[in-house]
């Protein structure tokens, strides 16, 4: 029911920022949270940060607190997270999820298809 689209991943040198965008579509109105995770080679998904769909309540790993910050765009149906003070451990592939309440219920997360970022010299 919801579609998200990843982009802004490249290349970018330690200490330097990178701003990633999530676009959502379909059943914009039955979103609940939406977050940022990332996934390494070999390694599992990673949570980073998470809102609600008002932008009242965020949550942050403790890996990222203090150099990413995630924010919403009601208008545009995006989430965004703006990543600053990169070290070559945040390259990854990075995701955007949504999660869904409808009819009273909770439904699974939807996923994007992720966007590569890469910190290097």
């Known amino acids: 029911q919801v579609q998200l689209v990843e982009s802004g991943g490249g290349l970018v040198q330690p200490g330097g920022s990178l701003r990633l965008s999530c676009v959502a579509s379909g059943s914009i109105s039955s979103i609940y949270t939406m977050a940022w995770y990332r996934q390494a080679p070999g390694n599992q998904r990673e949570f980073l940060a998470s809102?609600?769909?008002?932008?009242?309540?965020?949550r942050y790993a403790d890996s990222v607190k203090g150099r990413f910050t995630i924010s919403r765009d009601s208008a545009k149906n995006t989430v965004d997270l703006q990543m600053t003070s990169l070290k070559p451990e945040d390259t990854a592939v990075y995701y955007c999820?949504?999660?869904?309440?409808?009819?009273?219920?909770?439904?699974?997360?939807?996923w994007g298809q992720g966007t590569q970022v890469t910190v290097s010299s």
């Open positions: 999820n949504a999660v869904t309440y409808y009819n009273g219920e909770y439904l699974p997360p939807f």
């Open positions: 809102t609600t769909n008002s932008g009242s309540r965020t």
